[in-house]
C-alpha cells in the first residue's frame, strides 16, 4: 500500500487546511518543490497536489508550482486535483509530466465529462469524491451535493476512471484518524482502486488500513500528520511494505 504525501497550495505556498476551510490554514512551507524533495528522499513512490485556489476559482491558480515539481522529479507519478474543469487543462498537466489528474466538482455537476475525459486520456483519470454523512461536498468543499457516494463512484467505474480518491471532510486535517468504515463500504462496492483521505494521523492508521488493503484499498493520502510529525513518512511507508504483504 502506497502511502502518498499531500502537498496543498494556496497562493504558492504548501499549506494544510483543517476540514477544507480556506480561512484555517497552517503554512508549512514557501518553497513546494523542496518539500516534494524531502518525501522524495523519504521514498514517496507517489505524490498528491492540490490547487486550493484552483478549487475554488473553477481554474487552475497554482499551475506554475506544480509544473515546476513535475520538471524536477520526472519519474514520480504526480496526481493533481483542484480546478480541472476542461479537457485543455488536462492535456496541460500531462504534457508537464502530471501522471494523474483528479476530477472533483465538475464530476459531480457534469458526469458525461469524465467519461469524455476517460475516452480522450486513458489511463490518466482519478475522480476525487470529498464526502460528509454519505454526500458528495464540491467546490472546493464549499456546498454539499445532493449526490451519495458509492452511487457517483460505481458510475465512474463504469466510465473507465483508474481509481477514486475518497476523502472524509470531518477527519480530513484534525489529526483524529481515517474513517475505516465508510472507506470499506466504498471499496467493496466497486472494483477499481479506492485511495483514501482524511485523518491519517499515526502509525496505528496505516496498520488499520493495512489491515484492510485487500478490499480494495490501493494506497493512502497523508497531509498535516508528515508536515507535524506525529507519522514519520519513511518510516510509515517502510510499515506499510511490511504490513501490507
Request: hydrophobic share 40%.
Amino acid at each position: 500500500m502506497l502511502l502518498i504525501p499531500a502537498i496543498d497550495l494556496k497562493d504558492g505556498k504548501c499549506v494544510r487546511l483543517r476540514q477544507g476551510r480556506m480561512e484555517d490554514e497552517t503554512v508549512f512551507s514557501d518553497d513546494p518543490v523542496a518539500v516534494a524533495e524531502r518525501w522524495v528522499e523519504a521514498g514517496a513512490r507517489r505524490l498528491h497536489m492540490v490547487d486550493l485556489n484552483g478549487a475554488l476559482a473553477g481554474h487552475p491558480v497554482n499551475a506554475e508550482v506544480i509544473h515546476r515539481v513535475a520538471e524536477s522529479f520526472p519519474d514520480l507519478p504526480i496526481q493533481v486535483g483542484g480546478g480541472i474543469r476542461d479537457e485543455d487543462t488536462v492535456q496541460t498537466y500531462l504534457d508537464a509530466g502530471v501522471q494523474y489528474v483528479i476530477i472533483g466538482t465538475k464530476a459531480v455537476n457534469a458526469p458525461h465529462f469524465v467519461n469524455d475525459l476517460c475516452l480522450e486520456f486513458p489511463g490518466h483519470i482519478i475522480v476525487g469524491l470529498d464526502a460528509k454523512g454519505g454526500k458528495v461536498a464540491i467546490d472546493g468543499w464549499s456546498k454539499l451535493s445532493n449526490h451519495g457516494v458509492i452511487d457517483l463512484a460505481q458510475r465512474f467505474e463504469r466510465d473507465g476512471v483508474e481509481a477514486i480518491v475518497y476523502t472524509d471532510i470531518g477527519r480530513d486535517g484534525m489529526m483524529q484518524g481515517i474513517n475505516i468504515e465508510s472507506t470499506v463500504e466504498l471499496a467493496r462496492a466497486i472494483t477499481i482502486p479506492v485511495i483514501a483521505s482524511g485523518g491519517i494521523t499515526t502509525l496505528d492508521d496505516v496498520r488499520a488500513l493495512c489491515d484492510v488493503a485487500d478490499e480494495g484499498i490501493m494506497g493512502a493520502i497523508t497531509g498535516r500528520a508528515i508536515y507535524e510529525g506525529t507519522l514519520d513518512f519513511a518510516d510509515g511507508q517502510q510499515r506499510a511494505d511490511e504490513w501490507c504483504r
